[in-house]
């Protein structure tokens, strides 16, 4: 029988609590939602109000992955969704996890969560701009570190001021709050600052996706700006083989980064680092924090 839950008056049903997700490390379905419960706070403040849509890996990393930007077969009448009108699908909706309930039945789903850089009612408006630096083998995140520095002291040069995390894969992810600037204008100066960090660091960096083009080199994904694109948002798991998690991280560390595993973290290690430095995300959440595009 599936054990009902009660979260904050709703009634969730929390399904294989026992079942393994993560086989390296036998980290369970109920430990995942142990995880959620630890981070809501942080978590529920960066996806606010923005539609989620989700990478879904109910059998753990090694079995089906499947994204989906639709509300799941389901879903919950009081789970909030929102329009998010696609080319496609001019009326489409997605979730908005928009509380400790709806956070729950969606971590009882097994997903990654990713967001747009836009809130629900502002669709490609973005208050947020994000550069995914992805190594080609080998480098490592280790690499991305000397572009990110780079990159910061850039993006300072124009008044802004970016916040990296892990990907919770190989790379790094960097954000920078925005006043709210149109989606295309976003994307536009981050392929330019993309170009000229390639110009600057040729040994280093790349701007294209182009495989041929990116061993040993840092892609710096300017792509994700798009009013379309999610990225994974901060504090979520990814499905990889532990239970690695997309985590802010201090500007020291990225400059003390001289091992890949320097910068890899796992849901356990996720409160302490709370309880120490903090959301060391949360200057993005503060629009007294957004910064003009030039």
């Known amino acids: 029988m599936t054990p009902i839950t009660m979260v904050e008056g709703r009634r969730i049903a929390l399904s294989n609590l026992d079942k393994v997700i993560y086989p390296e490390t036998g980290f369970t379905k109920g430990e995942v939602l142990h995880y959620y419960a630890t981070v809501a706070q942080p978590l529920l403040a960066h996806v606010h109000n923005r539609p989620v849509s989700f990478l879904r890996y109910p059998d753990g990393p090694d079995g089906q992955l499947f994204f989906t930007k639709n509300p799941p077969p389901g879903t919950p009448e009081w789970v909030r969704t929102s329009p998010v009108p696609r080319s496609e699908d001019p009326s489409a909706e997605q979730v908005v996890i928009a509380d400790m309930p709806t956070l729950m039945w969606a971590a009882n789903l097994v997903v990654e969560f990713h967001v747009h850089q836009w809130t629900a009612g502002s669709p490609a408006v973005a ?26 002291d850039r993006l300072a040069a ?5 916040y990296p995390k892990t990907s919770g894969a190989k790379g790094l992810h960097l954000s920078a709050p925005l006043e709210p600037t149109p989606s295309a204008r976003v994307s536009a100066y981050a392929k330019r600052l993309a170009q000229e960090a390639e110009r600057e660091l040729p040994e280093l960096v790349v701007h294209r996706m182009t495989k041929a083009l990116r061993p040993g080199k840092v892609f710096v994904d300017h792509s994700q700006n798009a009013a379309a694109k999610t990225t994974a948002a901060p504090y979520t798991l990814r499905a990889r083989a532990r239970q690695t998690v997309s985590a802010p991280v201090s500007w020291e560390e990225v400059a003390a980064c001289a091992n890949p595993a320097d910068l890899v973290f796992l849901a356990d290690d996720i409160a302490p680092r709370l309880a120490r430095d903090g959301d060391l995300f949360a200057p993005l959440t503060d629009p007294a924090q957004a910064g003009a595009l030039p």
């Open 158 to 162: 124009d008044g802004l001021h970016a």
């Open 127 to 152: 208050d947020r701009l994000i550069l995914d630096l992805d190594p080609g083998p080998p480098a490592t995140v280790v690499e991305c570190c000397a572009a990110a520095l780079w990159l910061r």
